[in-house]
């Protein structure tokens, strides 16, 4: 007999991969938008929970997660079709959570990030899930590690999304986009292309449209390298940031509040600002309103001291230097 397609195979293969670490009789849920990539990703999980396949020798439950986020006439609709796919692949529990994205901060993206973050989260919890799966592919990485790029937010940005964080895994950041289209064709199943994904008014659709001249530009193994720069870039930043919180811990003052600034001055560039940025953080400003102008006049206070007055921060903080002592208050 011959086996499965071979775009079938690699989505199997990478989560097979990515779930070899659970106990036996885990419970993986799936966050399926019906998109090719979750489905596929659904498809995947639905075969190795199958009661004739073991995964690494163990037994895996896999469910789904559907996030209806009301943007338009037709979520609803396209969310109960999500569940019905789902239950027909066999997978359990598979529920349909509706999410209200009014009122929250930030942009349209942002305030659906956070409402379906949530949703996960606490749905997972409910059912005292192990991980959830998120369909993020190789295509999704090389297009945030160039937004990141385009921002200018630094090696933290550019190092995309972690293949693990907490309760959220995404087993297919080494498959590409095509790949799993072509896993969805080959099993008869016929995902939902979601307009936004087309939408010039968003940034990330915008740079889908021009990445096809980008790799004609720079090369068919663009999406590949991106991918592995933020590889590189996270491995870089999880170091840096590691060192940052051992100075900032070191430049606490035992007698008296604030940070020392001779521990801080010691340190180099990077390191320092790194840990400026956490100290700040932790006093209490809002960091998607923190910027590097921030950061800088902060420094400032401790490698260019002139006498300079308090400086001013989001979250009404002020950062000010007194008797060799980084004070934010």
Do not use: K
């Amino acid at each position: 007999m011959s086996g499965p397609h071979p775009a079938v195979a690699a989505v199997r293969r990478a989560l097979a991969d990515d779930l070899a670490d659970l106990p036996d009789d885990a419970l993986v849920l799936v966050a399926c938008s019906g998109g090719a990539d979750s489905l596929a990703l659904a498809a995947a999980a639905a075969f190795l929970s199958g009661g004739r396949h073991r995964t690494r020798g163990r037994r895996l439950r896999a469910g789904a997660i559907v996030i209806d986020h009301g943007w338009s006439a037709e979520s609803a609709e396209v969310a109960a079709r999500a569940v019905t796919v789902c239950t027909e692949l066999g997978l359990a529990p598979v529920e349909a959570v509706a999410v209200d994205c009014a009122g929250r901060d930030g942009g349209p993206e942002a305030a659906a990030r956070d409402a379906r973050y949530g949703a996960l989260q606490a749905t997972a919890e409910r059912l005292a899930a192990h991980a959830v799966l998120l369909g993020h592919t190789a295509d999704d990485q090389a297009e945030t590690v160039l937004l990141g790029l385009a921002r200018g937010s630094g090696t933290r940005s550019v190092a995309g999304m972690a293949a693990r964080r907490g309760l959220y895994r995404r087993p297919l950041l080494g498959v590409r986009r095509t790949t799993t289209l072509a896993a969805c064709e080959a099993l008869g199943l016929r995902p939902w292309h979601d307009p936004a994904n087309a939408d010039p008014a968003y940034a990330r659709s915008r740079l889908r449209a021009v990445m096809p001249a980008l790799v004609e530009a720079l090369g068919p193994g663009l999406v590949e390298a991106l991918a592995r720069t933020a590889d590189l870039a996270r491995e870089d930043a999880t170091a840096l940031d590691q060192w940052a919180q051992q100075v900032l811990d070191a430049a606490v003052d035992p007698d008296l509040p604030g940070y020392r600034t001779t521990v801080l001055a010691a340190a180099p560039d990077a390191v320092r600002r790194r840990a400026l940025l956490f100290a700040l953080r932790r006093a209490g400003c809002p960091a998607g309103a923190l910027s590097r102008r921030h950061v800088l006049a902060v420094d400032g206070l401790v490698t260019d001291w002139r006498g300079q007055g308090p400086v001013d921060l989001p979250g009404g903080i002020r950062a000010l230097r007194d008797c060799g002592r980084l004070a934010l208050a």
